[in-house]
């Protein structure tokens, strides 16, 4: 009896250890995630660091280590410093999901057809799946500021920038941010665009949630 219940001591500590290790190395090999939540701010994220900041911080809590993450964004030029576009900050690839499941071996398959960025695998890092079209609510929109290459995404018109002052406000009035579609739904062709789908009714939290998404990022680990 006594050796019975050693060994299925020992076998259950063995299935704990297996499971741990398991969790363990999906969260070091997950380097793609989308935000679990946003600035709570509207598009005002700090910045380009504070974006990244806001990454760093949810992949660590999550258990990731000893990675770089950056949110994917494009910032305009300002104040004597060039543009920036989401692709170049990103790193080179592969990226893989919080589940192991590789999103995109490169910077140029991402921004193909081939990209495996979908409802089903866009995940949190907690292992999450973001609401989408016929969810309530439905928060599929993306913060990127950026065209369908990863480049910045041009104003249009009344809107004066594409970035809401280069993540900065959080202020109705002549700004937007450009979002794609987590689970690239919608009308029209532009909705199945995961990074360029349209821009936001404006950049306070109300006006994200307004369009369809609640200041959420795509971050992905450049190492």
């Not at 250890?17 to 679990?36: E, G, R």
């Not at 598009?43 to 990454?55: E, P, R, S, V, Y």
């Not at 900065?168 to 700004?175: E, F, L, N, Y």
Request: aromatic residues 6%; neutral net charge.
């Amino acid at each position: 009896m006594i050796k019975w219940m050693s060994a299925a001591f020992v076998l259950a500590t063995t299935l704990v250890v297996m499971v741990s290790f398991d969790v363990s190395a999906q969260q070091n090999q997950m380097s793609f995630f989308v935000s679990s939540v946003g600035s709570g701010n509207g598009a005002n994220l700090g910045g380009l660091a504070g974006a990244d900041k806001i990454c760093q911080n949810l992949a660590t809590a999550a258990g990731s280590r000893g990675k770089t993450w950056h949110a994917y964004l494009s910032a305009a030029a300002a104040n004597g410093q060039p543009a920036v576009n989401a692709k170049d900050r990103i790193g080179s690839g592969p990226w893989y999901n919080q589940k192991g499941v590789m999103i995109a071996k490169s910077v140029a398959d991402l921004h193909s057809d081939s990209n495996n960025i979908k409802k089903d695998t866009a995940l949190t890092e907690k292992g999450g799946i973001v609401n989408g079209v016929g969810d309530t609510p439905n928060q599929h929109d993306i913060l990127t500021g950026s065209q369908a290459d990863g480049t910045l995404q041009p104003p249009t018109p009344p809107n004066t920038d594409a970035t809401c002052g280069n993540w900065t406000s959080a202020t109705d009035g002549m700004g937007a941010a450009q979002l794609g579609h987590v689970d690239r739904m919608g009308r029209g062709a532009a909705a199945a665009s995961w990074n360029s789908s349209h821009p936001s009714r404006g950049c306070s939290q109300q006006n994200l949630v307004a369009t369809g998404g609640n200041g959420y990022l795509y971050c992905f680990a450049t190492n």
